[in-house]
């Protein structure tokens, strides 16, 4: 006899009872995932049995009610998760004790154990319900991050997060999609693009929303090749004609689980850095998370809490490189560029830079650095030296910042510095708004007498509207337009010759940066720049090299074949 055949006869054995009603277990078979009870007519003795999937799953059932009135009759109804959202397995094995005879009292327990089970079926019920809005997204129709979540730490808990990996995802160019399709169709086809992922996992893998255009998954390591080749580019089709179509792509971080992992936030955590970097750092279209990433991130911690000591203690130095007339190689003034004196160590500006402009510390650092070298020039002049104009960075972060105007004029008027004697460089920018607020910066900076740069430009994509709407005193070109060619025919000289002429008649002057070879001073020339900056002069220079640098005033590169000359 069938399990399914043993339960309807224990039903129908309590036929007269009115409680039996209250259940039936044909229509819960999708909710609750199996019922097996095996009963025998006479008396029962109810014995919890994990069933195989709590034993594969490695998990000890929950009890939820337990069922002792007498010790040779009992019932244990147990509530395990099975699958996790597929369903909440109930199981109740029921064994008849062997010479004991069903009696009143085996009936009335027995039915107290229906009656009981029939609340646990409610709650079931709730709790699916309850599970599905909490674990599911209305827009996508998908599962989302809460199930992302459960779904990770099960495999964690299971001892199995090693054959697996987790992604976290970006679509690209969402907005772009948006403005062409519209945004219901930008939904669809999200929501299909989704669906074509889902189609290649195979349970326990699952793919989610994580919220707005951020998906997740979990992936078995061997099928995360595959997987990615769907990310990297798949037609949608989002209408019934051939023209309703839309290429769909998604930016990738993933974390290979591991036993350094224990937590699901961790990896979550490692996959979404890695999608981040891919996406605004390296530019790629996927990212593993490995041991150098992690460096990076411990770097960026160490940076972070090492900085408010580093400027009380003013272990950032100002170091400048020469900026030369082309004219005459005469020295006319100097990039200050910043060094960090850590532990007995010069750290270099790419080890800290960076993680300091995601945090917005930079604007310190930044102002920090105008102040020692507006202090500086006062030191220069009171000493009686002629002193030359210095250029300081400024990061794109401070473009927030309406009183950065005031807090450069203010720093520079501190010492009684010349304004004409700084130039503040800053690097160009695509977007609009943040163009629109570097213009009124420029302009008030102007308006103070202050000169302004356009910092590696070239670099990217340089914008001539903005050349054409921000009146910068000066464009400083960078050296990727030096480094391939001295060859004026070349595509890139080329350009460059028509923005030098360019820039001159706008009333900017150019200077090149990154100049390493007589050859290209050569082309400089004969491109009408007169201005240079780079290693086939000077690196840049602890303060005293530079004054003497200045104090010698012209650099003798008749003979030379490198930077010792003026040494
Ligand atoms: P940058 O403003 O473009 O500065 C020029 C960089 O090119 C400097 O690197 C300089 O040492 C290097 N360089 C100069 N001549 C040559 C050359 O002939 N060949 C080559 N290969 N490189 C040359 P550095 O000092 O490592 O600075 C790197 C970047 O860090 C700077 O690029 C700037 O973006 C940033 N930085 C440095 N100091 C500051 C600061 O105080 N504030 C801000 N916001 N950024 C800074
Ligand atoms: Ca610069
Ligand atoms: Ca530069």
């Given at each position: 006899?069938?399990?399914w055949?043993?339960?309807?006869l224990?039903?129908s054995?309590?036929?007269?009872?009115?409680k039996?009603?209250?259940?039936?277990?044909?229509?819960d078979?999708s909710?609750?995932?199996?019922?097996?009870?095996?009963f025998?007519i006479?008396a029962?003795?109810?014995?919890e049995?994990?069933?195989?999937s709590a034993?594969r799953?490695?998990?000890?059932?929950?009890?939820?009610t337990?069922y002792?009135?007498?010790?040779?009759?009992w019932a244990?109804?147990v509530?395990w998760e099975?699958?996790t959202?597929?369903?909440?397995?109930?199981?109740f094995?029921?064994?008849?004790k062997k010479?004991v005879?069903w009696d009143d009292?085996?009936r009335?327990?027995?039915?107290r154990?229906?009656?009981?089970?029939?609340l646990?079926?409610?709650?079931?019920y709730?709790?699916n319900?309850?599970?599905?809005?909490v674990t599911?997204d209305?827009v996508?129709?998908?599962?989302?991050?809460n199930?992302?979540?459960?779904?990770i730490?099960e495999?964690?808990?299971?001892?199995?997060?090693?054959?697996?990996?987790?992604?976290?995802?970006?679509?690209n160019s969402?907005?772009e999609?948006?403005?062409?399709?519209?945004r219901?169709?930008?939904t669809?086809v999200?929501?299909?693009f989704?669906?074509?992922?889902?189609e290649?996992?195979?349970?326990?893998?699952a793919?989610?929303r994580v919220g707005g255009?951020n998906?997740?998954?979990?992936v078995r390591?061997?099928?995360v090749?595959?997987?990615?080749?769907?990310l990297?580019?798949?037609h949608?089709?989002y209408?019934?004609?051939?023209d309703e179509?839309?290429?769909?792509?998604a930016?990738?971080?993933?974390c290979?689980?591991?036993?350094?992992?224990h937590k699901?936030s961790?990896?979550?955590?490692?996959?979404q850095i890695?999608?981040n970097?891919a996406r605004?750092?390296?530019?790629?279209?996927?990212?593993?998370y490995?041991?150098?990433i992690?460096?990076?991130?411990e770097?960026?911690?160490?940076?972070?809490?090492?900085?408010?000591?580093?400027?009380d203690h003013e272990?950032?130095?100002?170091y400048?490189q020469?900026?030369?007339?082309l004219l005459?190689?005469e020295?006319?003034?100097?990039?200050?560029?910043c060094?960090w004196?850590?532990?007995?160590?010069?750290?270099p500006?790419?080890?800290?830079?960076?993680?300091?402009e995601k945090?917005?510390?930079?604007?310190?650092?930044?102002l920090?650095m105008l102040?020692?070298v507006?202090?500086?020039?006062r030191n220069?002049?009171d000493?009686?030296?002629?002193?030359?104009?210095?250029s300081?960075n400024?990061?794109r972060?401070?473009?927030?910042?309406?009183?950065l105007?005031?807090q450069?004029v203010?720093?520079i008027?501190?010492?009684?510095?010349p304004?004409?004697?700084?130039i503040?460089?800053?690097?160009?920018?695509?977007?609009s708004s943040?163009?629109k607020?570097?213009g009124?910066?420029?302009?008030?900076?102007?308006?103070?007498g202050?000169?302004t740069?356009?910092?590696?430009?070239?670099?990217g994509?340089?914008?001539m509207?903005?050349?054409r709407d921000?009146?910068?005193s000066?464009l400083?070109?960078?050296r990727s337009f030096?480094?391939?060619?001295?060859?004026?025919?070349?595509?890139s000289a080329?350009?460059?010759?028509h923005?030098?002429s360019m820039?001159?008649?706008?009333?900017?002057s150019c200077i090149?940066?990154g100049?390493e070879t007589?050859?290209?001073?050569?082309m400089?020339?004969?491109m009408d720049?007169f201005?240079?900056?780079?290693?086939?002069?000077d690196?840049p220079?602890?303060?005293?090299e530079?004054?003497?640098?200045?104090?010698k005033?012209?650099?003798e590169?008749?003979?030379?074949s490198?930077?010792?000359?003026?040494?």
């Amino acid at each position: 006899m069938g399990e399914w055949d043993q339960f309807s006869l224990l039903q129908s054995f309590f036929m007269k009872e009115e409680k039996i009603g209250a259940f039936d277990c044909q229509e819960d078979k999708s909710n609750i995932a199996q019922i097996a009870p095996v009963f025998g007519i006479g008396a029962v003795e109810f014995e919890e049995k994990p069933g195989d999937s709590a034993l594969r799953s490695g998990r000890r059932p929950q009890v939820v009610t337990y069922y002792k009135e007498d010790p040779d009759l009992w019932a244990q109804p147990v509530l395990w998760e099975r699958e996790t959202f597929a369903g909440t397995m109930i199981r109740f094995v029921c064994r008849p004790k062997k010479g004991v005879l069903w009696d009143d009292e085996a009936r009335y327990l027995a039915q107290r154990f229906i009656a009981g089970f029939g609340l646990i079926k409610k709650s079931v019920y709730l709790l699916n319900g309850f599970r599905y809005t909490v674990t599911h997204d209305r827009v996508f129709d998908s599962k989302n991050l809460n199930y992302g979540i459960f779904r990770i730490t099960e495999l964690l808990e299971q001892g199995q997060i090693d054959q697996y990996a987790v992604f976290f995802m970006n679509v690209n160019s969402t907005g772009e999609m948006n403005s062409q399709i519209g945004r219901a169709n930008g939904t669809k086809v999200m929501r299909l693009f989704l669906q074509k992922l889902e189609e290649v996992l195979e349970e326990p893998e699952a793919v989610w929303r994580v919220g707005g255009d951020n998906l997740g998954a979990v992936v078995r390591t061997d099928h995360v090749d595959r997987f990615l080749e769907i990310l990297q580019g798949t037609h949608i089709s989002y209408g019934s004609t051939e023209d309703e179509q839309y290429r769909i792509s998604a930016t990738a971080g993933i974390c290979v689980g591991s036993p350094e992992f224990h937590k699901t936030s961790e990896m979550v955590d490692a996959a979404q850095i890695c999608m981040n970097m891919a996406r605004y750092t390296k530019h790629v279209p996927y990212l593993f998370y490995n041991r150098q990433i992690v460096q990076m991130l411990e770097n960026a911690k160490h940076v972070e809490m090492a900085f408010p000591d580093a400027i009380d203690h003013e272990e950032f130095k100002v170091y400048y490189q020469p900026k030369v007339s082309l004219l005459n190689n005469e020295v006319i003034g100097a990039e200050a560029l910043c060094r960090w004196f850590r532990d007995g160590e010069i750290v270099p500006p790419d080890r800290f830079i960076p993680v300091l402009e995601k945090s917005r510390l930079i604007c310190d650092l930044d102002l920090y650095m105008l102040d020692h070298v507006c202090r500086d020039i006062r030191n220069w002049m009171d000493s009686g030296g002629k002193p030359v104009e210095i250029s300081t960075n400024f990061s794109r972060m401070h473009l927030n910042n309406p009183l950065l105007s005031r807090q450069i004029v203010e720093t520079i008027d501190r010492y009684n510095v010349p304004h004409e004697l700084i130039i503040v460089e800053l690097t160009e920018t695509t977007s609009s708004s943040f163009a629109k607020r570097m213009g009124e910066l420029v302009y008030r900076l102007k308006d103070e007498g202050i000169r302004t740069s356009v910092d590696d430009f070239g670099v990217g994509y340089s914008s001539m509207s903005m050349l054409r709407d921000i009146p910068f005193s000066e464009l400083k070109i960078d050296r990727s337009f030096l480094t391939y060619t001295t060859d004026t025919r070349d595509r890139s000289a080329v350009m460059m010759k028509h923005v030098i002429s360019m820039a001159t008649e706008l009333g900017m002057s150019c200077i090149a940066e990154g100049v390493e070879t007589p050859d290209q001073i050569r082309m400089l020339k004969e491109m009408d720049c007169f201005r240079a900056q780079g290693f086939y002069f000077d690196q840049p220079l602890p303060r005293e090299e530079f004054e003497k640098r200045v104090r010698k005033r012209v650099y003798e590169i008749n003979s030379r074949s490198d930077s010792e000359q003026m040494r």
